[in-house]
């Protein structure tokens, strides 16, 4: 069980420098990586000019088990929403400070095993 627990960690762990790096070449900056408190845990917060980016990265291992951002649900994005007003608060950040929710989603290339495709929904929480 320890064995499985610490490849899932590898492969998340993975999965967020792969999205660091798209997003940093899409000129972003890193604010801050793995917040985490009562409410839950943002992976990456991004700066995006004046812009405010939190970040869900979502990984599949497998094509089989589904697009990775299906799997934020309803429950998880009230849990982000939830931990970023948490960091709003603790870095006394205004209401004022636009900011948006985006997922990184990654999953293996359909065509070459050792690459991974990336899907990036940008304001994925708009409605």
Sequence with gaps: MFWKTRVHNTAGKKAEDLALNYLRR????LR???????TGE????????????????????????????ESVDYRKCQR????????????NLTDQ????????A????AHHNDLYSVNWTRDAFRT
């Design 42 to 69: 943002l992976d990456l917060i991004m700066q995006d000019r004046d812009t405010l980016v939190f970040v869900e990265v979502r990984f599949r291992s497998h094509r089989n088990f589904g697009a990775p951002e």
């Design 26 to 29: 899409k000129g972003m900056k």
């Design 97 to 104: 400070q636009p900011c948006r929710f985006d997922i990184i």
């Design 80 to 91: 982000l929403i939830r931990t970023a007003q948490h960091y709003m608060q603790t870095y």
């Design 106 to 109: 990654i999953q293996p290339d």
């Design 32 to 38: 801050e990586r793995n917040y985490a408190c009562r």
